[in-house]
């Protein structure tokens, strides 16, 4: 099992920053990569970014240029640093990690409880 917590979220104006926080804890060393979700009111949840064992990334084509993924591997956590936020960017951010190579939520093995980004204008 794995359990993961993250931290982070928040209300920021337009053009903001924040960054989000995930600790993983639990059997680790299972995880292939760890991605960030969200989901916005009424809307299915999405990939924003995903980092694998091998530090490549990938970012949903609405985030590219202004989101960063990145991992700690000493403190078992991974970031999404999010720049110039634009208010279609809130939503409820969830922490998740898979055991397989191919990130899709439907293979998702473990997910965060969630940290709400509101983003005024």
């Known amino acids: 099992q794995v359990q993961l917590v993250e931290s982070g979220g928040g209300l920021v104006q337009a053009g903001g920053s924040l960054r989000l926080s995930c600790a993983a804890s639990?059997?680790?060393?299972?995880?292939?990569?760890m991605a960030w979700y969200r989901q916005a009111p009424g809307k299915q949840r999405e990939l924003v970014a995903f980092?694998?064992?091998?530090?490549?990334?990938n970012y949903a084509n609405s985030v590219k240029g202004r989101f960063t993924i990145s991992r700690d591997n000493v403190k078992n956590t991974v970031y999404l640093q999010m720049n110039s936020l634009k208010p279609e960017d809130a939503a409820v951010y969830y922490c998740?990690?898979?055991?397989?190579?191919?990130?899709?939520?439907?293979?998702?093995?473990?997910w965060g409880q969630g940290t709400q980004v509101t983003v005024s204008s």
């Open positions: 998740a990690a898979t055991q397989r190579t191919i990130i899709i939520i439907s293979l998702i093995d473990y």
């Open positions: 639990g059997s680790i060393g299972s995880i292939n990569a």
């Open positions: 980092i694998t064992r091998h530090n490549n990334t």
